[in-house]
């Protein structure tokens, strides 16, 4: 059975939490070694099964409920244009990005304005930006592969981090979905913007997986990558520390996601959202999560370890449907001994490939109409309307578990 231990091996200095800069962090959940490149697939599965692992002890703030992974080392972490986290594959997800789109060109009269994307992954969602609102952009992205430089949208393309300090651009707003839970340094980050910013009236817009969800359940979204951990509460306070006034913050996509709105020299505007600000009462909530995380981690590793078995031991073939980083992540915890009868997912680059550390290879869903699983894992309880839609069109009824 999975253990998860409470406290960390010694040796782990104690560090001053990112967010507020009030209280040292202090550990609560070590994971053990879990795969580093999470968004990576291989051709080979030796060499899948021989890809790097990296330590996971998390640590959360007393004082702000920032939780971060105190043992991650920037060192292992490299992205490169072979990583494919995009999540654009998912009609789900560019619906929801859709209306972002919408949503921040009408709020902040987008219009001819620069954009600053930082990790703009594959770039559609500052394409669709610049698209909808008329304005112009610059994306980076170590993982972007497409065409560097200007493309008939009005943004401008780079492979590779954005530069810090004098390095960046001029920018009206900047926006950065899900890469600011990946940096090693948040709030220099979010320092570096604000200054650069200067007395010129300045938007942003970050997203991040929300940390309340991700603390509260299993923990599949705890993958090497994520660096921090931000919950309602924290996220204002490193933007606040940052010099930065809260415009608007929130989730959406089922609770999994957060986003914030900020702004710099906004004068005497009122604020644009209209909801109060997240204060000690979702501080105290989160610092609940946190304190059965351990545990309850634990026990969900068990169960879907023991589940897998059951339902491979009575032959009803079981599957994974989604091998994006949260299925791998659910993979290295709940099925190390590749008792599943498949993996499956939509994104064609995936097809045949095989899966960091655990080795699963995966197929297209097409396969599953003559594999005719009775049990389909989703870790994604967003995706259930989807899936549950595509194993129709399959002739495929199997019941459909979420984990
Ligand atoms: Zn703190």
Redesign the pocket.
Known sequence: MATVAAVPAPGLPGRV???????T?VPFADLGDIPVLCGVHWADPEEAGASPVGRMVLAS??????VRNVAFDPAVMVYDTTMDTNLHHSPAFQAFSAELVKHLAERYQLGGRRILDVGCGQGDFLRELCHTAGCTGSGYDAMYAGPVGPDGSGAVFHSGHAPRCEGLPDFDMFTSRHWFEHLDDPYDFLVDLRRRAGTRSVYGYLEVPDACYDLSTAGWEVIYPHVSYFDAH?LV?VAERAGWRVEDTGTFFGGMFRFIEVSANAGDEPRRGTGPLPGKAERDRQLTAVAGFAQRHAAERAAWQGRIADLAGRGARPVLWGAGSRGVQFLTFADPQRRLAAVVDVNPRKWGRYLPVTAHQVESPEGLARLRPEAVIITNPSYRDEIGASLRDLGVTAELLIA
């Open positions: 939490c990112d967010a507020c800069g009030e209280a962090l703030c007393p004082s702000c409920a920032y924290s306070r």
